[in-house]
Every structure is written in C-alpha cells, then in structure tokens.
C-alpha cells in the first residue's frame, strides 16, 4: 500500500535511511539487497518532503511515524491535484470502500491545512476547508481529540519554493493521517538542559537518528566505544535498549564534575534505566577475553577524528615512538594506575573499530558511526572504510562548510569473524590508509578543516582576521 511521507525540511540525506531502518525494525520484510519503494509526486524533485513509500500494513507506516525524527507524519492519500478542481476529482474516484468507514454519523474528525514554502491567513485556511464540502462527512467536528485527522497540503504556486529547485506546477494532496511525529521528544532531550555535557556531546536530533538507523529497541544491548557523556546512549535507552559503554578518559566516565553531574546523572535526569556498565579502556588495546564475541546487537558511536577532540590511545608519546621501551606496571600499583596516552590516528582508529565490531556483534547487528570528509579543490571520489564482515547499507552526508563535511555510515553484519577475515580486514586497512595519508600531510585534519580556503581574500584590517595565518594548537589527528 502506498502512503504519503511528509518530512521536515531538513538533514535531507538522512530522511529515507532512517525510514527503511525502521520499516525493518516494526516489521516490514524487504529482500535482501534491496530497498523500500519510492516515488516522488508529479513535477517534484528529490527535495521535496512529500513522498511516496510503499509499506505492507497501515500499522508499520503508523509505528514508523511515531518513531522518526524526521517524518512529519504518514497518510493514507485520498486525492492529489494541480489545482482544487483536479483535486475534487482525484478524491471523488477515491474507493468509498476506502473513505467512508471514516465518514460514519457516530464518529469524530478535524482537517488541517498545511503549506510548504508559502504562508496561508486564517480566512484562507477556512475557504480552503469550505471547499471540501463535496467530501460526505457525516460526523462532528471536533479539534482536539477527533478520532480521524484529515489534512490539506499545499505547495507554494511560485518558481522559488524556500530555496529549493523550482516546480512545474505546484501540487494540492488531501489525507488521512495515518501516523504524526512525537516532537515533544527533541525538546525534552535538548542538550542545553542536560545535566552532564561536554565539547563532543551529539546533539539530541543527530543522536536519536544514530539509534534509528541502529534499530536500538527494548531487549537489544547497544554499546559506544567513545562514550563521552553519554549523549549517544542516552537515546538508545530512551527506545528501551540495554546500554554499555567505554572511554580511554577516565575523568569522564568516572569522575564528571561531581558525584551529581556525570555520565550516570544524565540518565537519572530522563528516568532513563542506567548503562550496564561504563569502562575505562583503550579502544587500541580492549580488554575483552579470547573468546568473547557475539554480544552486542548494535555498536553507535562518533569516533574522535581529530576535529572537535583528538584521540587517544595508552602507551605515550616516547613508547609510540619507540625512544624508550614498554614499561611493566608494578603490583601495588595495578589497582589505581592510570596509563600515559598518545595520538590515535584516525586510519588506527576506525580499524579498531571496524574489527571491534566484527567480532563482537552479532550477526545482522548494526554498526554505526561518523565518518569525516575533506574535499580538496579537484573533488574527487571519497574512499569509505570497509570490512569483509560487513556490508554497507546507508550512507547519509551532512554538509558542514565547503571543504568538509561528516557522513553517517550505516553497516551490517553479514558474515562470522574468523581469523581469515581478520587479515583481509587487514589488507583493506593498508588500502585505506594509503588512500588517506593526504590527510596528515599538512599536519591534522583539525588543520585542514579550519585553515582558511583562500588566505589572500582576508583583510589585513579585518576585526576577525588580524592575521591570516591560522591560529589553534591540534596536535592531534
């Protein structure tokens, strides 16, 4: 059954991604290498947030719904028309079958108008509605609670509709809603009033789509291997997930700034359940046993690339280098020793995770992560990591300036680790490695992000920009 998908005007790379994610999550069996059916309305281009999505019950399009950050609302499409006469038309040869088990003298409805790039007085909403008297409702009207929500959607009938590529002709649908977003969500989870937060923490928005596309639901353990403060499982466990996770820093996942402001404080704020545990650790050097594996369902993290944080692994600066020898730490100091750190490259880093990941989740599990992009002048295809465990199923771009952008990779297990596949994996990484070294020959990604693209361009007498030699310490890749 096609319904109508109305999304909100924005992240428009993760709007289909997330739905697909969640269709498989209630329910929807979709073959294997393939996608769900889509198709945009007549004379619209891919930005637009009307679309249309093939779903097996009106359940699934409900639940995905109500769930989705993104997704406005999901309907059940009665008409559709260039102007209202098309639109008459188009609803009158709707099925009755179809309309008026929602129509019936005991029942309850409102109808709402709604627009896309263009603003609509209260007299217009009003004639617009009055123009629906074709349509047999023959129950009360009630705004509040009504048992059916109809909706009227307009676009705007200008060549520039909110920046976006211009329409032929603008497009007129009436609805049944099927399913509405909760938005009172983002709201309550906003970070300015979490109670723990750091530089690093994920904005709730972004969080929550990271769980999605994770399909973190009640009985699943998912695990952050960068932990932080916590933003990332947060959302999991707001959608009933088991949470673990791990950070080399232990004054963040142990200490925060007080017995009342840290990691564990943020869940107790929602009344969320507490993570099954946090660790201290390496990501370079886990601790897990031999033969541990298999245990977690979901792995959702932002690895430290070196932007807003570096990374850091145990073994400090002179061991990294190989200027002194390995040290042994004593006896009576094992209980409360703290190993030195060092740079953690990103090539380094996302290869421990990638092999973190196929060993410990299950198969079918998801693993998903951020992934930063720098586009030199000449452009040029972009090389993701990859891994012969996994297989690649969304790909969601999120644009930050003109030279750099972060893409939220969404992979699945497909096949057993195995120590055949933990060399493979060790091929590709060489590959991928080579493929990135331009990224340290400058110093660090922090460097090539905020260097300046055209230093000639800055005035020497500008307020902002006194010098155009750019001015940070990243150390770190």
Known sequence: MWFLCVFYHRLLDFRKPEVEALAELFGEEIAENETLQWRLPE??????????????????????????????????????????????DSIKSYPDSRKLPFLTPGSTFRISVETFGKAMTFDEQ??????????????????KNPDHNFFLMEMDES?????????????????????????????TFQLKSRNYLGPTAMDAEMAFLMANQAKATSGKLV??????????????????????????DIRVVRDGRGPDCNVWSNFKQYGLPMPVALLRMDNNLPPWRS?????????????????????????????????????????????????????YSLVECVHDLLNLAARMLVMKGRLVFFFPVLRDENGGEVKFPEHPCFKLVAVSEQILSSRYSRVL?????????????????????????????????????????????????????????????????????
């Not at 509709?161 to 977003?181: H, K, W």
Request: charged share 30%; aromatic share 10%; hydrophobic share 35%.
């Open 409 to 477: 990779l969404t992979m699945v297990k497909v096949e057993p680790y195995s120590e055949e596949i933990e060399e493979a994996a060790r091929l590709m990484h060489l590959e991928f490695r080579e493929n990135h070294l331009k990224w340290l020959e400058d110093g660090n990604i922090h460097s090539s992000v905020f260097k300046p693209s055209d230093a000639s361009q800055i005035h020497a007498d500008s307020k902002t920009f006194k010098d155009p030699k750019p001015k940070y310490r990243g150390k770190y890749v």
């Open 159 to 187: 060549e520039e509709n909110n920046g976006l590529p211009p329409i032929v002709q603008r497009r007129i649908f009436f609805g049944r809603e099927v399913g509405f977003a909760d938005r009172k969500l983002l709201p």
């Open 126 to 143: 009003k004639d617009r509605i009055y123009s629906l008297t074709y349509i047999p409702f023959e129950g009360k009207v009630n705004l």
């Open 291 to 343: 033969g541990l594996k298999e245990i977690f369902d979901a792995i959702i993290c932002d690895p430290p690339y070196g932007v807003r944080a570096g990374g850091r692994k145990s073994g400090g600066r002179k061991i990294l280098r190989g200027t002194v020898d390995p040290y042994t730490v004593p006896e009576d100091k094992r209980t409360d020793h703290i190993p030195s750190t060092g740079a």
């Open 223 to 248: 695990y952050d291997p960068f932990v932080g403060t916590g933003s990332i499982l947060v959302s999991a466990a707001r959608f009933g997930a088991m949470t673990m996770g791990a950070d080399i």
């Open 43 to 88: 004379h619209h281009h891919n930005d637009t947030p009307f679309h249309f999505v093939q779903l097996s019950s009106e359940e699934i399009a409900q639940n995905i719904a109500k769930r989705s950050i993104l997704v406005k609302g999901m309907y059940e499409l009665w008409g559709e028309g260039t102007c209202y006469e098309e639109l008459r």
